[in-house]
């Protein structure tokens, strides 16, 4: 394959562009606001682990010895809060997105640089104010708000944190937003959409889902605080209100959000696959669509979560059946990453770790979906730990090992650096074996009977203590996996070998314009005459039929 | 334009003069008219009718949502009462 | 075959032309774009309240006429005509913009935002009637809570509550909820509405718009339609529930 030349330049990147804080929090530059969204997530994250890490203390002993009830219902509300709102749902999108998809389409910046700006600028106020109902007394109502409790009995900071959660969706929408104008309108000459990294399929996918799902949520939680100012009873049954209702227009949101949070991962983790076994990936255009139609399923299926809350009968067999369908476009890609796999050129450095690790661990979260799908399994496994590990698997398991591979993949084009690869792999194989022994312990806890939200247990069922105890050995050594990247990466901006233009030798656009970019991405806007993931040079292609086959180059 | 300006009008006093219709029809009625003034202000103030593909799809995505959210909501209201459950 | 170069070619670029754009088209694409992929996140924000009152209207249709028809129906339909009217300023002030007539889109401009200010008078005043009549829902006027009083048959007095057969003070409260969330939260919108408008108004003042650039005016231009679609269906829904049972009930 024939290099591109990057013509020498005298070391003007994004990073040493400009000096001086005035010129990180007022850039237009889609990388350093990715950088900021970085710094901003990673803190979160540590907030939402100090949580998990309180309720694995104290679920170790039956007894609700580290902390009453009360206070450990805030901690399991915050977690979730935290989590969700503020680590899973924009990490990905937010950092690897802003920051890749203007150089993967060959654009110079998002579509409207400064609405990018603002959104880092409104999440940090959202955190903001979340943070402080968390320090002011917290809240307790679980992450979900559910009323009559959050509207009427609850007396903890609702409105607060709702306040915080609503201001942050607007981060969310106009992230959504650039990303859809981006793809549309600023594609580089010979950049059609069946040319792009899937990267950038699955990010359209996941700001369709952004724009039309999060203002739901919004209203929904405008609706709970006016409720709760006001007491009037919209969700109330004594005032003639529908608590049901709650429950629908949260879940409309909630449920499209969870593919929020894993198809940018599943980008991801196409990338990893490809570049890594130096193969197209297998069934492009099936990918592609996958991305899509999970999108629109995602939007059918929110009645799932009201299965045992007195929703009718008849709509949970349509909510039952819309769910497997939703299965269907996930699994096609976890079929297409392995037939990738197939017969390639693996090369097993830290991120195909964590995306090989990604097919696995999805795959069980998935397949654990599907139990819960079935409406007569969900009655039993509702609201018990058999949840909570099958979201944890996709969560954890999914996303998070998906945004370190990620993180690991392009941290020369970001940091012009390369990490140590030895503790990479190190790192990767102490958080994988570090989370199954954390969750796969919860799957037999819940099938056993142990509920979610509850801090104590029988002191009878020892099996139910080993369970615990094992979890929470896993969550320690997860949280030791999850602290060696963080020390290893900050220690490599300054220490780090560094990093060519192409360090992997790809074929990405992405990858052929220095490490780290100029401001300006590219230094001539590119035109793009090939397919994505093109590993064989053209001359070794061969036409049979319609499709081309690449042939390994002769040599 | 102007034409336009003052079809919306009379929609509107139309809107306003035909609160005499028995029973659930009213509510059709109201609802149509309402359709069809939005649809008048989209395509031709919006010019929309004018536009590309692209902002087309947008605006039936954004519907097909809208008939999303409340067709599978109601099909949970409107049939909870089938089943009698104890 | 390596990846061709194209050398981005000097140009004499429109003032307005921010520098990530390759030219004015793209960035007058992407904008316009932007605007109607926001106005889906209004139709779905608005979306949710109109499921709501959808919900309770079919669950308490006798106090939801009632309540209705307890608004003034003549505020309402001025208030419709009104915003109507600012939806065809709006549009000559873009076609005047189009064409590169400075003088009438500053005086469409104007006409519109006195129209959309009118509007949110007129919106003032009924919200004052409700105060009155203690309308206003649960505690959120904490000194005049809901307590309207309740007509007695045969009384007609306009300020009281006139309850059809199977309608309480409950639900006539939980259509009020609905009421005041959703046109507030429109009113909310035409006060930002009018704040675009100020600085395109502006802008325009300025000079800044001409055949070539116009792009701000359309964009706003969808921003304010939209907020009149959304009116055009709260007046029916809100104001016309059951206007032909007003004799009889």
Aim: charged content about 10%; aromatic content about 16%.
């Amino acid at each position: 394959m024939e290099e591109f030349v990057i013509p020498k330049q005298p070391g003007s990147n994004y990073l040493n562009a400009e000096y001086g804080l005035k010129s990180w929090l007022l850039t237009k530059d889609h990388k350093r606001i990715a950088l900021l969204y970085l710094g901003a997530i990673t803190f979160f994250f540590f907030i939402g682990s100090l949580y998990a890490m309180m309720i694995r203390l104290e679920l170790l002993t039956p007894q609700g010895d580290l902390m009453q009830s009360s206070t450990y219902n805030k901690t399991f509300t915050q977690h979730g809060i935290v989590m969700v709102f503020f680590f899973l749902i924009p990490a990905i999108p937010a950092t690897l997105g802003n920051f890749l998809i203007p150089m993967m389409i060959g654009a110079k910046d998002l579509a409207f640089p400064r609405i990018n700006l603002l959104s880092w600028y409104i999440y940090m106020a959202g955190g903001i104010i979340t943070i402080y109902a968390l320090l002011a007394g917290g809240v307790d109502t679980g992450w979900t708000f559910y009323v009559p409790y959050s509207t009427t009995f609850s007396n903890s900071y609702v409105i607060a944190t709702g306040v915080g959660i609503f201001i942050n969706g607007f981060s969310s929408i106009l992230t959504g937003l650039n990303f859809i104008v981006t793809i549309h309108t600023m594609r580089a000459p010979g950049m059609t959409w069946f040319r792009m990294p899937l990267f950038v399929w699955s990010h359209y996918a996941t700001s369709l889902i952004m724009i039309l799902g999060t203002p739901v949520v919004a209203i929904t939680i405008l609706l709970v605080a006016l409720e709760r100012l006001a007491h009037i009873g919209i969700f109330d049954p004594a005032a003639g209100g529908d608590p049901v209702l709650f429950q629908h227009l949260f879940w409309f949101y909630s449920h499209p959000a969870v593919y929020i949070m894993v198809l940018p991962a599943m980008g991801v983790v196409s990338e990893l696959i490809a570049n890594f076994s130096r193969k197209n990936i297998f069934g492009y255009k099936f990918v592609a669509f996958s991305s899509l139609a999970i999108a629109v399923l995602g939007f059918l299926v929110w009645g799932h979560h009201l299965f045992v809350a007195s929703q009718s009968v008849y709509a949970g067999m349509i909510f039952s059946f819309l769910s497997f369908t939703v299965a269907i476009p996930s699994a096609v890609k976890v079929f297409n990453w392995t037939a990738t796999l197939h017969k390639a050129s693996i090369s097993y450095d830290t991120p195909m770790l964590y995306g090989l690790g990604f097919i696995g661990l999805f795959t069980i979260g998935g397949l654990t979906g599907m139990f819960l799908a079935t409406l007569a399994v969900d009655v039993h496994v509702s609201d018990t730990y058999f949840v909570v590990a099958h979201f944890h698997y996709i969560m954890v398991g999914g996303t998070l090992l998906a945004y370190l591979g990620g993180l690991h993949y392009w941290w020369p084009k970001i940091s012009g650096r390369m990490y140590p690869e030895g503790w990479g792999r190190f790192s990767a194989l102490v958080v994988f074996v570090g989370f199954n022994l954390t969750f796969a312990p919860q799957f037999l806890l819940g099938y056993m009977g142990m509920p979610r939200r509850y801090h104590t247990y029988p002191v009878e069922l020892v099996s139910w203590q080993v369970l615990h105890v094992l979890s929470t050995a896993g969550a320690s050594i997860l949280g030791v996996g999850l602290m060696i990247p963080l020390i290893y990466l900050v220690w490599s901006m300054r220490y780090g070998r560094i990093a060519e233009a192409n360090p992997w030798h790809l074929p990405g656009l992405e990858w052929q314009t220095p490490s780290p970019p100029p401001t300006e991405n590219f230094l001539t806007t590119p035109i793009v005459t090939h397919e994505a993931y093109e590993f064989a040079p053209p001359e070794h292609k061969e036409v049979v039929g319609k499709f081309e086959r690449q042939q390994p180059a002769e040599s | 334009m102007i034409f336009l300006a003052l079809m919306l009008g009379t929609g509107l006093t139309v809107l306003a003069a035909f609160y005499d219709f028995p029973g659930p029809l009213n509510a059709v009625v109201a609802l149509t008219i309402a359709c069809l003034k939005a649809t008048l202000v989209v395509l031709y103030f919006m010019h929309v009718r004018y536009s590309g593909r692209l902002i087309w799809l947008v605006i039936i995505a954004a519907i097909f949502w809208l008939a999303i959210m409340f067709a599978i909501t109601f099909s949970d209201y409107w049939t909870r009462n089938w089943l009698p459950i104890s | 075959m390596p990846e061709g170069l194209a050398a981005t070619h000097e140009h004499a670029s429109h003032p307005a032309l921010r520098h990530h754009f390759e030219n004015m088209e793209q960035q007058r694409e992407a904008g316009t774009l932007g605007m109607w992929v926001f106005l889906v996140t209004e139709i779905m924000f608005f979306g949710g309240m109109f499921l709501a009152y959808t919900l309770f209207r079919y669950e308490y249709p006798a106090a939801f006429v009632s309540a209705s028809n307890h608004l003034d129906i003549k505020l309402g339909a001025l208030n419709t005509g009104v915003l109507i009217v600012s939806s065809f300023t709006m549009a000559m002030a873009v076609y005047s913009t189009q064409i590169g007539r400075q003088k009438a889109t500053i005086i469409c401009l104007i006409l519109t935002m006195i129209l959309g200010a009118t509007f949110l008078g007129v919106k003032a005043i009924e919200y004052h009637d409700k105060y009155n009549d203690q309308l206003i829902p649960g505690q959120l006027i904490p000194w005049r809570p809901f307590n309207p009083e309740v007509a007695k048959p045969g009384d007609t007095d306009p300020h009281k509550l006139h309850l059809i057969e199977g309608a309480t003070t409950q639900n006539v409260q939980l259509f009020y909820w609905i009421y005041f969330a959703m046109t507030g939260m429109h009113a909310l919108h035409m006060i930002i509405g009018l704040g675009i408008m100020t600085v395109i108004l502006i802008m325009a003042w300025r000079g800044k718009f001409s055949p070539e650039y116009h792009a701000p005016v359309e964009i706003s231009g969808l921003y304010w339609h939209f907020v009149d679609i959304i009116w055009i269906f709260l007046f029916p829904l809100l104001y016309l529930l059951g206007r032909h049972l007003e004799h009889g009930g």
